[in-house]
């Protein structure tokens, strides 16, 4: 049976299975706390594509303009997000994914197609190797080893602004960037403030709720960002041993 895709839109917003691995009957605080996010991000472009069925298969992407990340460029779109996985996996759901948003840069006029990628894989980022086989290749680093992956159509490339690719702040404390596009963030948000809180550790947690904010932070972000004693750490979400090994340090 050929595949069945969907598109969340501000009328189908509410009702529709949002992709991720959490499962339950209840509202969930972080899936709607997506939801709210998604609702203004869909009036800007924003696309968040799925299966028609409750599985982690899933692609988001937005013009670069108004995507929250520390990129410029004219005319590109940001890859976000590019899931298939559990018993979806090697099914060519990626695939059929990947080339419906390079279609859709196409048709629309786009100079290409670029997302978040790193000099090693790192959790919670797309898998860079398979875009890669598309034709995503390095356009801009950091000194921390985080790399902007581009796929240009007329040779233009996106880059990192200035603040992102200095990856320190002033405050030494633990502080954490965030928004909700990430159903996981706000449960993380919690987890980062129970532990600190318990070890009598201060911590600072700044949420980005405006694209001003997203395009002017001080690290590559892609929903999440860590910096401890003033150098960035990290787009991992935490768990709390991951806070706890962090603030030994």
């Not at 997000?81 to 859709?104: T, V």
């Amino acid at each position: 049976m050929e595949a069945e895709w969907i598109d969340l839109t501000p009328e189908n917003l509410a009702e529709e299975h949002l992709c991720c691995i959490i499962r339950t009957r209840k509202p969930h605080p972080g899936v709607e706390a997506k939801r709210q996010w998604l609702a203004q991000r869909l009036r800007e472009g924003h696309v968040f594509r799925k299966l028609r069925e409750k599985a982690t298969v899933f692609i988001e992407y937005a013009p670069l303009e108004t995507a929250w990340v520390p990129v410029l460029g004219d005319n590109y779109l940001y890859l976000y997000c590019l899931w298939a996985s559990g018993d979806h996996k090697g099914r060519g759901y990626g695939k059929a994914l990947m080339e419906q948003c390079l279609a859709d840069a196409g048709a629309k006029g786009r100079s290409g197609v670029c997302m978040l990628g790193a000099e090693k894989q790192k959790a919670w980022l797309s898998d860079q190797s398979f875009a890669r086989k598309y034709g995503f290749v390095p356009v801009d680093r950091t000194d921390y080893g985080y790399e902007l992956l581009a796929l240009s159509f007329d040779g233009t490339v996106p880059r990192f602004t200035e603040a992102a690719r200095q990856g320190e702040i002033a405050d030494q404390t633990l502080t954490v960037y965030y928004d909700f596009q990430c159903p996981y963030i706000l449960q993380s948000v919690e987890l980062v403030e129970r532990v600190c809180g318990e070890s009598g550790v201060p911590v600072v947690l700044e949420q980005v709720d405006s694209l001003e904010k997203a395009k002017a932070l001080p690290c590559v972000f892609q929903n999440w960002a860590v910096f401890y004693r003033g150098k960035f750490e990290t787009v991992n979400l935490l768990d709390a041993a991951g806070v706890k090994r962090l603030l030994r340090r």
